[in-house]
Every structure is written in structure tokens, then in C-alpha cells.
């Protein structure tokens, strides 16, 4: 192929690649193929804006050749979580996965298939891509609704605004004189890969950027010129607070206001504490956020005085119990000072900037031609067709999340398998068919996740490595990586570019991509063979040809990217703001809803028509916070995507996996950096390695998710894995609550050998 060009100094060949995790970016990767191996990376070194690689791309090599990957596939011979596995053939293991799936088919209805699609992989084809459309076929499954990473400001994006096309590129931080990283830390987290670059350009342009964030990050440490520690969960408070300066000292944006805006008046009243006898001062918030008065007062006069100013208010605070009033909260706050629709000012929200998906004018929503309440959803898959919307959510408006009572959160599935339809549950779930995801390690509350995956009748596992899931597995699958099969990726959250990931090397092993193993498992279960007899090529020209920003296939291919030029950087809600009589905004109102109708319809006091700063039973106010104390962190690794590169040398160097405690709280409890110290709560114990360090507030503990969940004998985590403390009820409007866990601290008990000495 002509994308293959040769390097006459090593005798390798370059193939372009790239990197597709779930991770905040989609790189490229140039990959020097010798022999049938490869050995070397380079990213992108083409022209600007370049796609780079970070560490974890870089260090691909050691996932991609690690003695752990799983070679062929397995049957389970011990019992479910034990980890007792032997070899089979692929036909063996084929077989058995279709048997059962025509086994609990017939006994219990498609309902009892549970799928459990990860996000292993982004891009456009494998992954869970076609699992799903096979499973839909066969006559549907039962799936999740609910999306860790956003939820919650997902469900607050379409409340206020009505859509998630709420973001700026990055570039048009340029124009900002104030930028706010509102539990934001991209700097490890990428966010598109190129907004490092354009954050310390605009701090090179002289924009003052505060770090809002119980923990001093890394993006703190480089970028912010003020960092403010605050208590997690209470971001609410603190937003009110500064809404309530603005509004005090008459500095919001009374024209913006009048014209483009409903319910301020509402908004207004919360503040002054009409209902509920509390004007949320300053001093008010200080007391809940530890966040002094007088740097609120500072921060709300200079946010609403430096015109443009983005608040970037970051998923992290939104994945909290009650996340979505923080994510409200933090919009209506861009709202009152007139930030949004203009060059270097920004609308928080969802925050998605390009997706060729959905371009073009936002169109108001007609309350009337809306989905009746009373009446089912349509939906592709056989057992969500016609099913009634849930009560709390948005059924009212397009483009968020699917409103279907068919679906369980995705932080109660596990509740849902045990309990199941008597326990209100849509459906009694038999199975699990799990396909890039280590669910038992990234969902809360694993223990829980441990109790369920045991109670099921079976279990398969699409997967790479032996994860903390797929010990729970009857099946396993050997999957192949994107090294050795072709995709394409398009950006993570809005960076106007796609990346094609052109197989570099064959499958090792007997592995083989999910794709390949529906195309197995087609005949086996009787059902069309329309999609399952295309190649890869054929596949991806099909995606392809859907998008309307890709002119030229086989350049993309070549390149291994396709940069899209725009003629100027991307400024949500432009349309809106310049002419608002042609271009409302896509919610019911047609204006940006402060107050919203559609929640006060709920009527659900945990979901005001007005953002509250809530409180919950894992508050650091509540009672269980006598017996545990702490507030858990759960923060994403800049060393690991998630669970994936777990075990990647290279990588372990850069940063060992610990527990950031304050010494504030190390010392009372006689512990010392580097340590090794229990964290728990009443849903498990993890044991982990201590670090000491005035990086964290005190009261808050971090554990970064994603360590490999692995219990000894008496339940103790020895893997550290964060989600063995958290908690698995969502928020109201389905926020995940990964940063909403109390828990207490103590040193890891002595060994034997230690006790001796
Ligand atoms: N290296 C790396 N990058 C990733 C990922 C990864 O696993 N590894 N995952 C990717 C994915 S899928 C996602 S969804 C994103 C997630 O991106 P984010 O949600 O932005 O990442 P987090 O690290 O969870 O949270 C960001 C910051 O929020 C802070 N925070 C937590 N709770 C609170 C709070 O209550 N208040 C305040 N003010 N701050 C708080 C944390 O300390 C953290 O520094 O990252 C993506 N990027
Ligand atoms: N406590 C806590 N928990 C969290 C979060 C948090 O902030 N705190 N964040 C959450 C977020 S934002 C997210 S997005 C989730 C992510 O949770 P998951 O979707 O479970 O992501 P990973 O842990 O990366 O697991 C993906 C798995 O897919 C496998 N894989 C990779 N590529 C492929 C492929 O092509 N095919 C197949 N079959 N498998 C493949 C990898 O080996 C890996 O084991 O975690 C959530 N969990
Ligand atoms: S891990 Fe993510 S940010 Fe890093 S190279 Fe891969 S795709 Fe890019
Ligand atoms: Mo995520």
C-alpha cells in the first residue's frame, strides 16, 4: 500500500497508526514495523495543530507485546472469580457462547441478556460496535443507561441549554482574559490532545487561570496562577456564593439576561434565600467549601469583571451525588455574566465543541411534538421498543440521554442482577455479555460487582487481558489490539479532526477482533449475515460515507489523519446570541433556562427548577462521616486509561500508584509517606501505599481509579482499586457518585515478620 513508506536506516517500514483508548485523546502513532514487529513509536510530526501522542501511546509497545495478554481462548474450571481457566479451541468456545445465548433465550426471553459494552476502544468499528448489532438481532438485550464520565453534566447541558453542543475549540482560548479549571486537570486527563498547548498559550497571553480543586494537580501546578482547595462536593455552595456577589453588587449582565434567559428571577430568590431563610453569602459558602469568603468575593468580582472569562467546569465535581446541580450551578453562572456566545468566553455544559454528527443550526424544541408520557419509546432493540419514559428524566427534549425505563443505570446494575424485577428492576438478568469493559473494576461498589457476577448463570468476556472481569468469566475471548486491525477514530470531545488507525501488525497469538468473532458467532445463532460478511474496508468507507466532513478516504488512510481546517475557531451558542429571534436556543424555552420548567415538572425536590447546592448521605456533613471521616477522591491517572495499561512498566515508573493523603491527616494517624495504609468504609477495603503530600486538602483522601481490583482471601483489596469504597446510587438526575465516598484511614496491618522485630 502506499502509506507504507520505507526507512532505509533501520529497514523498517512506517505504518500509520494511532492510539484509541478512552482517554481523553485519539493520537497518532507511527509505528516502525520490522520483521513483523514493531519497534518503535513516533507521534505526530506534521504540521500544527499536532496530534501527539501522550506517555501511554508512547509506551503502546509494552501493552501490545506484555507476556499477560490473553493468548487463546478459555474456559472457566473453578469457580466464578477464582481465576481457574483452561485452554479450548475457538469452534469450542463459539459454541458454547452461542448455546447458552440460545439457552437463556428461550428460557427467560432476550430480556435476561444483560450487555456490558466498555470503552476500551473508540474507534468507529471494533470495540463493542458490532457485539451490539449482532445482540440486537438475536432479538435485543437488556443495557445500561448512564455514562460515568458525564452524566451529570450531561443532564445539567440539556436542562439549561438542550443540547451538548456546548463547547469552544480550544484555540479560542486565545481570546479569554480568565480561565477557570473548574476540577479540571487536563494536563493528565488530554481532553483532546492539543489543549495543553493552547491553555499555556493563553497563559502566555497573559489570561489569569485559577485551579478549582480539592487536590493541587498537575494542571495546577503548570498552568494556574491561583490554586483554590476546595471540599468535594460542595462546588454548589460555592458557585451560589459568587452568584451571589455578582448579583449583590450588580455586576451581572442585566441585558444578557433580559434577552436571552428565563427564570433569573427563580434563581434570584435561592440566593436571597427567600424559601429557605439562607442568603448564600460568602460566609455561608465558606463554612461548606473551606474556601475563605474574601477569595470567593475576589474570584466572583474578577470572573464577572474580566470579560471574557471561560469557566471550564470539568466533569470531575459533576461525578458526585449530586452532580448535576454543580454542573447547573456552574452554567447559570456563565449565564448571568454574559459568557456565553462569545469569543473566549464559555458556556460550561456537556461541552462537546465538533462532531460531524451534528453540525449545522440547533433547532428549538416544540413542547407539543414531544414524547407523550404516557406513551412508549420506539427504540431498534426488541426489548426497550415501547417502553415508558423514566420519571425523573428529560423525555421531553432530543439529543441527550435515551429517557427509556427499559434501561438500568449503569451504577445499579449490579443491584439489578441481584435483585432484580422484584427488586424494580425492568428485568431478571441471566447473563452478561461483556465486550471492552472492565465493568467489575470501573463500576461502584465492586464487592457488590463480585456478589453479582457470581449469582448469574454465565458470563463472556470479550478481552485482552486477564482483568479483574474477565476472571469473573465462563468464556473468555482473546481480542487483538488496534495495532493489529484497522479503525478510525474520531476526536474525543471536539477537536475537528479523525485519525484512520491502519493495522500495523497481524494478530498475535489466536486473537482475533470482536468484529471477526460476531462474524463467527452469526451462523451459530441464526441471524443476518448482511453486516457480518463486509470487510473492515467496506465497513469503515460505509461509516465513512455517513460523514459528510470527510472528503477524501484514502488520503485519510495514508495519512493516518485528516486535520480539518476551520475558518475560525468554534464559539458555542454564536447564533443564539447574535440573533435570537432566528436562532433560539434548542430548549423549550428557546432561551437559556436558569429556571426549568421541564425539572419543576418532576417535581422532585432533589431535582429544583433552580441549581441548589445539595447535600447527601456520603457528605462530609452527614452522620456517617463520624465513622468515616474522610472524603474519597477517585481521580483519572495521567499512568493508566482507566483500568487499561494497568501493568505497563514503563508507565509504573513515571508515577507509582498511592493513596494522597494530607499530613494533617497522616500524622494523628502515625503514618508516614510511603506507608503501607487500609482505606475503607461499610462496602469494602483496599490496601494501598501511602502518599504524604500538602498536594490534597486535608479531610480528602485520592485514589486514582483504575487500579486492578484483586481481594485476598479475607476481601482485603490488594490492588487498590477505588471503586471497592464507592458508592452505587446515583444522583437524581443520573450523576455517577465516584467522588462522594466517606471513608476512614488507618496503617495497614503489621506482618508477621514486621510484628516480630
Ligand atoms: N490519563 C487519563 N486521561 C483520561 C482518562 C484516564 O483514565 N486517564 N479518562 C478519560 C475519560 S473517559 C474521562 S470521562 C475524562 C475524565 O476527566 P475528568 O472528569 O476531568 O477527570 P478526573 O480526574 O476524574 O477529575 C478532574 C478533577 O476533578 C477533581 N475533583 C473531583 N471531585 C471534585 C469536586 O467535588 N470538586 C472539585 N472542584 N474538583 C473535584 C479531581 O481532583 C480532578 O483533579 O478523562 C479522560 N482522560
Ligand atoms: N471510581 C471511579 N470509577 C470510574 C471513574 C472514576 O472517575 N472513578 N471513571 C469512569 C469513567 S469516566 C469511565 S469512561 C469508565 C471506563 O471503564 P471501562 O469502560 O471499563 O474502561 P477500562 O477500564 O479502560 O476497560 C476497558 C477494557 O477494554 C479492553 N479493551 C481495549 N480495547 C479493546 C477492544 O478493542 N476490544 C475488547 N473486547 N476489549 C478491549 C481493555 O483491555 C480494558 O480491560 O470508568 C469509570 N469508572
Ligand atoms: S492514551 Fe490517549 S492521549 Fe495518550 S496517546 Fe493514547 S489516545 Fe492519545
Ligand atoms: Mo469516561
Not at 426488541?382 to 435515551?402: C, Q, Y
Not at 427499559?406 to 449490579?414: D, L, P, T
Not at 461498589?445 to 457476577?453: C, I, P
Request: proline content about 7%; some cysteine; glycine content about 8%.
Amino acid at each position: 500500500m502506499t502509506y507504507l513508506q520505507p526507512t532505509p536506516e533501520s529497514g523498517a517500514t512506517i505504518v500509520n497508526t494511532g492510539c484509541c483508548h478512552d482517554c481523553g485523546g485519539r493520537c497518532l502513532l507511527k509505528a516502525h514495523v520490522r520483521d513483523g514487529r514493531i519497534i518503535r513509536f513516533e507521534s505526530d510530526t506534521g504540521a500544527a495543530p499536532q496530534i501527539r501522542a501522550c506517555a501511554r501511546g508512547r509506551a503502546y509497545r509494552q501493552r501490545l507485546y506484555s507476556s499477560e495478554r490473553l493468548h487463546y481462548p478459555m474456559r472457566r474450571v473453578g469457580a466464578r472469580g477464582e481465576g481457574k481457566f483452561e485452554r479450548i479451541t475457538w469452534d469450542q468456545a463459539l459454541d458454547a457462547v452461542a448455546e447458552q445465548l440460545q439457552r437463556i433465550k428461550g428460557a427467560y426471553g432476550n430480556s435476561a441478556i444483560l450487555y456490558l459494552p466498555g470503552a476500551g476502544n473508540q474507534g468507529m468499528l471494533h470495540g463493542p460496535t458490532a457485539p451490539g448489532m449482532l445482540l440486537q438481532q438475536f432479538g435485543g438485550f437488556t443495557r445500561y443507561w448512564g455514562v460515568p464520565s458525564y452524566e451529570g453534566a450531561l443532564f445539567a447541558s440539556m436542562a439549561t441549554y438542550g443540547t451538548i453542543r456546548t463547547g469552544h475549540s480550544r484555540d479560542d482560548l486565545m481570546n479569554s482574559r480568565m480561565i477557570l479549571l473548574w476540577g479540571w486537570n487536563p494536563a493528565n486527563t488530554i481532553w483532546d490532545p492539543e489543549t495543553s498547548l493552547w491553555v499555556a498559550k493563553a497563559r502566555e497571553n497573559g489570561a489569569r487561570i485559577v485551579a478549582v480543586d480539592p487536590r493541587y494537580t498537575d494542571s495546577a501546578a503548570t498552568f494556574a496562577d491561583q490554586w483554590i482547595p476546595i471540599r468535594p462536593g460542595t462546588d454548589g455552595a460555592m458557585l451560589a456564593a459568587m452568584a451571589y456577589v455578582i448579583v449583590n453588587e450588580g455586576l451581572y449582565d442585566k441585558a444578557f439576561i433580559e434577552k436571552h434567559t428565563v427564570g433569573f428571577e427563580s434563581y434570584k430568590a435561592y440566593l436571597l434565600g427567600t424559601d429557605d431563610g439562607t442568603l448564600k453569602t460568602p460566609v455561608w459558602a465558606e463554612a461548606i467549601t473551606r474556601v475563605p469568603a474574601a477569595t470567593i468575593v475576589e474570584l466572583a468580582r474578577a470572573y464577572a469583571t474580566h470579560k471574557p472569562a471561560a469557566l471550564i467546569a470539568g466533569w470531575g465535581p459533576a461525578r458526585t451525588a449530586m452532580g448535576e446541580q454543580y454542573s447547573r450551578a456552574a452554567a447559570v453562572l456563565c449565564a448571568i455574566t454574559g459568557n456565553i456566545g462569545i469569543p473566549g468566553g464559555y458556556a460550561g455544559g456537556f461541552m462537546r465543541a465538533y462532531s460531524s454528527r451534528e453540525t449545522g443550526h440547533l433547532v428549538k424544541k416544540d413542547p407539543n411534538a414531544t414524547i407523550d408520557k404516557s406513551k412508549g419509546i420506539p427504540s431498534a432493540n426488541p426489548v426497550e421498543n415501547g417502553a415508558l419514559p423514566r420519571p425523573d428524566s428529560l423525555f421531553k427534549l432530543s439529543g441527550g440521554t435515551n429517557a427509556t425505563s427499559a434501561r438500568i443505570h449503569q451504577s445499579r446494575i449490579w443491584d439489578a442482577i441481584l435483585r432484580g424485577r422484584a427488586g424494580g428492576y425492568p428485568a431478571d438478568l441471566k447473563m452478561a455479555y461483556i465486550v471492552a469493559s472492565n465493568c467489575l473494576n470501573q463500576y461502584p461498589n465492586s464487592n457488590r460487582g463480585a456478589r453479582a457476577l457470581r449469582a448469574l448463570e454465565f458470563v463472556v468476556v470479550h478481552e485482552q487481558f486477564m482483568t479483574a472481569t474477565a476472571r469473573f468469566a465462563d468464556i473468555v475471548l482473546p481480542v487483538n489490539t488496534f495495532m493489529e486491525r484497522s479503525d478510525i477514530a474520531p476526536p474525543w470531545l471536539g477537536s475537528p479532526y479523525y485519525i484512520y488507525l491502519n493495522k500495523a501488525v497481524d494478530s498475535l497469538y489466536e486473537s482475533k477482533s470482536d468484529l471477526e468473532i460476531c462474524r463467527a458467532l452469526a451462523p451459530r445463532l441464526g441471524v443476518g449475515q448482511d453486516f457480518f460478511t463486509l470487510s473492515e474496508d467496506q465497513i469503515l468507507r460505509m461509516f465513512v460515507s455517513r460523514r459528510k466532513d470527510i472528503p477524501d478516504y484514502e488520503a485519510m488512510q495514508r495519512d493516518g489523519v485528516l486535520k480539518i481546517q476551520l475558518p475560525e475557531p468554534i464559539v458555542a451558542f454564536k447564533e443564539q446570541i447574535a440573533a435570537p429571534e432566528r436562532h433560539p436556543f434548542p430548549t423549550l424555552s428557546g432561551k437559556i433556562e436558569i429556571a426549568c420548567d421541564h425539572l419543576a415538572e418532576m417535581n422532585n425536590p432533589r431535582i429544583p427548577a433552580v441549581p441548589k447546592y445539595l447535600g447527601h448521605e456520603e457528605h462530609y456533613d452527614a452522620p456517617l462521616a463520624r465513622k468515616y471521616p474522610l472524603q474519597l477522591l477517585t481521580a483519572h491517572s495521567k499512568i493508566r486509561t482507566h483500568s487499561t495499561l494497568e501493568r505497563v512498566p514503563w508507565l509504573q515508573d513515571l508515577e507509582t500508584q498511592g493513596a494522597w493523603i494530607h499530613p494533617a491527616d497522616a500524622d494523628p494517624r502515625n503514618i508516614d509517606d510511603g506507608d503501607l495504609i487500609d482505606i475503607f468504609n461499610h462496602r469494602g477495603r483496599i490496601r494501598i501505599t501511602a502518599k504524604v503530600t500538602e498536594r490534597i486538602m486535608p479531610g480528602v483522601v485520592n485514589v486514582c481509579q483504575g487500579a486492578w481490583y484483586t481481594p485476598d482471601a479475607d476481601g482485603v483489596d490488594l490492588g487498590g482499586c477505588a471503586n471497592t469504597l464507592t458508592n452505587d446510587h446515583p444522583s437524581p438526575g443520573g450523576a455517577f457518585p465516584m467522588n462522594s465516598a466517606l471513608v476512614q484511614v488507618e496503617r495497614a496491618p503489621q506482618r508477621p515478620e514486621e510484628k516480630k522485630a
